[in-house]
């Protein structure tokens, strides 16, 4: 399990934090999403340190949706831009999360 979100993430890390589209935040917010609950629910049968793994998903899951929802509010009010808070957080949780799977996977 981890094996293949590693190899996933990895895909999806292969583009900078900083020129990742929406579309690509967007995906890289649903493979978090789907490994958060693959890990709720394989926790019993996991080794602790895949514990430790759930914490940062949230984070990341929560910062990368909030990114999300601020560049569907800066279309729908015709902004160009989107908050540099909301891409500052996304990028560091998704950081902290890729050292995380590492820590893991080793």
Known sequence: MVRQARQ??????RKTSSSASMAQWHQRRAHIKHLRYLNTLAT??????????????????????????????ALWLGKKRVKKSHWLNAQRDWKKLNVQLEYIHQ
């Open 44 to 73: 019993t049968w996991l080794p602790t340190r895949f514990h430790a793994l759930s914490p940062a998903l949230k984070t990341a899951q929560t910062s990368l949706g909030e990114l999300h929802d601020a560049s569907v509010l």
């Open 8 to 13: 996933q993430i990895q895909a999806l890390s």
